[in-house]
């Protein structure tokens, strides 16, 4: 609690916005792993926000405000990725007697849903990006917009395979933590790179 009093404290001394961020955060968390945690789809939306105010946060901490579209395509990304945890943890049930995930609200039998709103997610992230190449705000800032198509499927791709290996059992707990030692995965990462600077 000392810790935490200090950091949203910090936080306001940087500047208010980010403080009310923190703060934020903090209860949120909090509320999350006493409650939260443990209704059915509430949970993830509540996970992928926090990792959406976290971008929020660092905004206001250098400044810059936060494009809808960014936070719009976070979010989906986001829900995506919470729910491919769920749906791991579900993947799990099938190698064991338990018929309901310990300390989560979710069922064996809500593996279909989970997998049809994990879909869903990522699509709606790859949507978000499609419409943001035709954004006013894009032509200022690429010389060569079009390009930017070039990092749908990528994405597509990405999550999509992510979400198939979740329902094989074959993915770790935490998404972001198989991403980050997953070679495809960096593969990925470095043509979503590549396709941002040829688009500038």
Do not use: H
């Not at 939260?36 to 105010?53: E, F, H, N, P, T």
């Not at 917009?145 to 395979?161: N, V």
């Amino acid at each position: 609690m000392l810790l935490a009093a200090v950091g949203v404290g910090a936080s306001f001394l940087l500047s208010t916005g980010l403080g009310l961020c923190a703060l934020l955060y903090l209860a949120l968390t909090v509320t999350y792993s006493l409650w939260l945690k443990r209704l059915i789809v509430i949970d993830v939306i509540v996970l992928a926000s926090l990792y959406v105010l976290r971008v929020v946060a660092g905004g206001a901490a250098v400044g810059i405000p936060v494009s809808p579209w960014l936070l719009a395509f976070s979010m989906c990304v986001f829900v995506s990725l919470a729910i491919v945890k769920r749906r791991k943890e579900l993947a799990n049930l099938a190698d064991r007697t338990q018929l309901a995930v310990r300390g989560r609200g979710y069922l064996a039998e809500d593996a279909r849903v989970l997998t049809v709103l994990g879909a869903a997610s990522a699509a709606g992230a790859v949507i978000v990006l499609a419409l943001y190449v035709y954004a006013p705000e894009v032509a200022t800032r690429y010389s060569r917009p079009e390009l930017l198509w070039l990092a749908c499927p990528i994405l597509l791709y990405w999550l999509g395979r992510l979400l198939l290996l979740a329902i094989r059992g074959a993915l770790d707990d935490d998404p972001v933590m198989f991403a980050l030692r997953d070679w495809t995965s960096w593969v990925a990462g470095l043509l979503l790179a590549v396709v941002a600077v040829m688009a500038l």
